[in-house]
């Protein structure tokens, strides 16, 4: 028996039977240890280093700095933090001659091969310390280029989000740059720029800029921010102001340029039909309070001021939001259309974007909230868990991002919620999911105005099922609850994806083509959860049968790959480059198989042309895995192999299926299923969930290999792994059921 920890440690010798306590602990420990963190407002300017389709950062120095001459240099500088010591693998695609230094340490020096050879990538190990890691940039002009492409390997997973060094730009995002110069400046022999200090420092200009000119600081806002229009366009500033105790009352004063309209919280106390001064007072409660500009351009400019008083004093303004980076009191949005006025509190919101015009006036797209100095954009960003991928788990939050494990733990938790009637874990689980949702427009726009998104990364690069199925099923189930239909439109574009775009053996088998990756022309047994229960949620909610026979299809064609006879398991991974499967029986690999078979089995009508043969794929399975449970209660990594450790995750999804298939009746020995369902919940309480709610013993996301080794020796137990946390609740539920069913059955009167 693999141990995980003593028995005294464990949940269930504190709350022994209890699955109700045990699982109030686990929905406890996982919401508290990730609160709701919102995502991070930062400065960031277009003008500076944007990223690629693949997350890569653009420091293609030709086109940033077009004056240089052959044989100059050029630096850029930027800072990541780190929760914790760990390792990432960086990619470099050299332009020209270039060396990274990490934290003063040279990682990378390129040679001539990777100059000249197009499109070359390099994989640089970075070894990161805990808080900031300081990044620097060298690069030589040749006739060849001038510059790289920097960033980390499959960003969209293993998010490096780069903030901006010097006192003067703490908190905005984005590299720095400086202008060419003739000689090197920084590395092991000269030094290094200190990123805490004042970049004035150095002596040098770097870009992007931060400061007006004292010709563009004279101008009106809006007309410094946008220009002048030669069609007439709105503009809006929004900034917050607190009235003290006791004070009833306050003083607006101040001069707008071209048509004008303020906004106290939603009272409109302000309106010039052509610009001009005015001075008004305004009753209003202690507190804080919104503040609203809307101006028009006009002949004489664009633009406006506006202070606040109250008893004798005025009151400062502050930005609405909290923004990193941002100096002054406003946002500002425009150039908009000035035949629309929307109401002042919906426009009052970072989750949304504003439809733009051009100068003419003509529609131009959207845009977002601007601070008051060069082209800086307000920017979100999801940096809760920074650094943190699908390998690894560190000690950062997770809340606000969207991937597969986090669906499995937003489904567990919203199903937990239900059953202890806990509105409050109910709430936390739908913030997690509209903090994606609400977001989705503003991110699908970032991703087209800045090459990579800020937020929502795997929701809008949909490249495979891992990127939609998991989160999306998991937001239909919140969509059963709360019909929004935000969650209704995103899932139709996943559905969309799933049915329409993915790719297809000639059977219309789904698998991974990821062409030039390891992973090239494989079928995975993990894809059946990333895509079944999605269409089955996606086919109830919207009548769509087609989802649900797709949903039915890719069981039985997956079987016709990683079936193993006689075992009757599941091979993880069919290889179509060798032309087989690797018949290596990897638990959580058949768990996620299993899992999703029962969530497409309880919606199946009864008379579906598939459902016989399906009833007969989850009895044959169940044999085969019920057959290989360990006394313990467990089974093991690779589970034809009793030397593999015993792993967590696999046996809660197969204690999950037991559960379901004895209480829907689809098998038929039930009180063989019944006690191996039980006999594994025993297990996990007794010897993988602590009594703080703390999961052990789940086995880290996987790659595949046809050597059971890798998943012995290479794939190690991680505590508190989002793979394990949601369908440990999962399984608490499905263990309550099957003893509330058992318990009314025993106390129904005999049937003669």
């Known amino acids: 028996m693999t141990a995980y920890m003593e028995a005294r440690e464990s949940a269930r010798y504190w709350f022994g039977d209890d699955e109700r306590r045990i699982?109030?602990?686990?929905?406890?420990?996982?919401?508290?240890?990730?609160?709701?963190?919102?995502f991070a407002l930062r400065a960031f300017a277009k003008s500076g280093m944007l990223q690629t389709e693949d997350g890569l950062y653009d420091m293609d120095f030709s086109a940033k700095l077009p004056e240089a001459a052959i044989g100059d240099y050029a630096y850029a500088y930027g800072l990541v933090w780190s929760?914790?010591?760990?390792?990432?693998?960086?990619?470099?695609?050299?332009?020209?001659?270039?060396?990274?230094?990490?934290?003063?340490?040279?990682?990378?020096?390129?040679?001539?091969?990777?100059?000249?050879?197009?499109?070359?990538r390099v994989i640089v190990p970075l070894a990161l310390r805990k808080g900031w890691n300081a990044f620097l940039v060298e690069a030589?002009?040749?006739?060849?280029?001038?510059?790289?492409?920097?960033?980390?390997?499959?960003?969209?997973?293993?998010?490096?989000?780069?903030?901006?060094?010097?006192?003067?730009?703490?908190?905005?995002?984005?590299?720095?740059?400086?202008?060419?110069?003739?000689?090197?400046?920084?590395?092991?022999?000269?030094?290094?720029?200190?990123?805490?200090?004042?970049?004035?420092?150095?002596?040098?200009?770097?870009?992007?800029?931060?400061?007006?000119?004292?010709?563009?600081?004279?101008?009106?806002?809006?007309?410094?921010?946008?220009?002048?229009?030669?069609?007439?366009?709105?503009?809006?500033?929004?900034?917050?102001?607190?009235?003290?105790?006791a004070e009833e009352s306050l003083m607006l004063e101040g001069h707008a340029l071209g048509p004008t309209v303020i906004w106290l919280d939603d009272l409109r106390v302000v309106e010039l039909e052509s610009g001009g001064t005015y001075r008004v007072r305004v009753s209003t409660a202690s507190g804080a309070h919104r503040l609203l500009v809307r101006s028009v351009s006009g002949p004489d400019g664009w633009g406006f001021e506006c202070s606040a008083y109250a008893g004798g004093r005025m009151l400062p303004l502050a930005l609405p939001a909290v923004v990193h980076g941002g100096e002054g009191a406003w946002l500002y949005a425009g150039p908009l259309d000035p035949?629309?006025?929307?109401?002042?509190?919906?426009?009052?919101?970072?989750?949304?974007?504003?439809?733009?015009?051009?100068?003419?006036?003509?529609?131009?797209?959207?845009?977002?909230?601007?601070?008051?100095?060069?082209?800086?954009?307000?920017?979100?960003?999801?940096?809760?868990?920074?650094?943190?991928?699908?390998?690894?788990?560190?000690?950062?939050?997770?809340?606000g991002r969207w991937d597969y494990p986090l669906g499995v733990t937003m489904y567990g938790l919203l199903r937990t919620a239900r059953e202890l009637d806990r509105k409050d874990l109910s709430d936390y689980a739908l913030g997690h999911i509209r903090s994606c949702t609400e977001m989705y427009a503003y991110s699908i726009w970032d991703r087209d105005e800045y090459g990579f998104p800020s937020v929502n990364h795997q929701l809008v690069l949909i490249r495979m099922l891992d990127n939609c199925g998991s989160f999306g099923s998991a937001m239909l189930e919140a969509y059963l609850q709360t019909g929004e239909d935000s969650f209704r439109r995103i899932?139709?574009?996943?559905?969309?994806?799933?049915?329409?775009?993915?790719?297809?053996?000639?059977?219309?088998?789904?698998?991974?083509?990821?062409?030039?990756?390891?992973?090239?022309d494989t079928m995975w047994a993990d894809d059946l959860f990333m895509s079944a229960p999605f269409l089955?949620?996606?086919?109830?909610?919207?009548?769509k049968r087609e989802a649900l026979d797709e949903a039915a299809r890719q069981f039985l064609l997956y079987k016709s790959y990683l079936f193993m006879e006689p075992e009757g398991v599941m091979s993880h991974v069919f290889d179509f480059k060798y032309a087989k499967a690797t018949r290596v029986p990897w638990g959580r690999g058949n768990g996620w198989c299993l899992f999703s078979l029962s969530e497409l089995l309880e919606k199946l009508p009864d008379d579906h042309q598939d459902r016989g043969a399906l009833l007969l794929m989850f009895r044959e399975l169940c044999a085969g895995i019920s057959a290989l449970q360990a006394d313990s209660g467990l089974w093991?990594?690779?589970?034809?192999?009793?030397?593999?450790?015993?792993?967590?995750?696999?046996?809660?999804?197969?204690?999950?299926?037991?559960?379901?298939?004895?209480?829907?009746?689809?098998?038929?020995?039930?009180?063989?299923?019944?006690?191996?369902?039980?006999?594994?919940?025993?297990?996990?309480?007794?010897?993988?969930?602590?009594?703080?709610?703390?999961v052990h013993g789940v086995c880290s996301g996987s790659r595949y290999s046809f050597s059971p080794d890798y998943y012995m020796h290479d794939l190690r137990t991680v505590v508190n792994d989002n793979h394990g946390i949601g369908i440990m609740m999962l399984a608490g539920v499905e263990i309550c059921r099957l003893n509330n069913a058992a318990a009314d059955q025993s106390s129904s009167p005999a049937q003669e």
């Open 23 to 38: 699982l109030e602990v686990l929905a406890g420990r996982y919401a508290g240890a990730n609160p709701p963190v919102p």
């Open 83 to 120: 929760d914790d010591e760990r390792s990432l693998d960086g990619v470099i695609e050299p332009l020209g001659p270039v060396m990274l230094y990490v934290n003063e340490e040279r990682l990378y020096r390129s040679n001539a091969v990777d100059e000249m050879k197009p499109g070359e």
């Open 140 to 245: 030589c002009k040749t006739a060849a280029g001038f510059g790289c492409l920097f960033g980390s390997d499959e960003a969209k997973v293993r998010i490096m989000q780069v903030l901006a060094p010097f006192a003067g730009r703490t908190g905005s995002a984005g590299w720095v740059f400086t202008e060419a110069v003739k000689n090197r400046l920084f590395g092991s022999e000269n030094g290094f720029p200190d990123f805490k200090r004042a970049e004035e420092e150095t002596c040098l200009c770097w870009q992007p800029r931060t400061r007006w000119t004292a010709e563009e600081a004279e101008r009106p806002n809006f007309e410094r921010l946008f220009g002048l229009p030669v069609q007439p366009s709105a503009a809006y500033g929004w900034s917050r102001l607190q009235v003290p105790a």
């Open 339 to 399: 035949a629309v006025e929307p109401d002042p509190a919906a426009l009052c919101t970072m989750s949304g974007l504003h439809p733009a015009v051009d100068s003419e006036g003509r529609a131009a797209g959207h845009s977002y909230w601007l601070v008051d100095a060069p082209q800086t954009r307000v920017r979100p960003y999801y940096e809760n868990a920074m650094l943190s991928n699908k390998w690894t788990t560190g000690s950062a939050t997770n809340y």
């Open 491 to 520: 899932a139709d574009v996943i559905a969309d994806f799933m049915l329409r775009k993915l790719e297809r053996r000639p059977d219309g088998a789904f698998y991974r083509q990821c062409p030039g990756e390891y992973a090239a």
């Open 536 to 543: 089955t949620r996606y086919a109830i909610t919207t009548g």
């Open 636 to 694: 093991h990594q690779v589970l034809n192999l009793p030397e593999a450790y015993e792993e967590a995750s696999c046996t809660a999804m197969f204690a999950y299926a037991f559960a379901r298939g004895v209480r829907f009746g689809w098998l038929e020995e039930k009180e063989v299923y019944a006690a191996a369902a039980l006999k594994a919940w025993k297990g996990l309480t007794g010897g993988v969930i602590d009594r703080q709610g703390n």
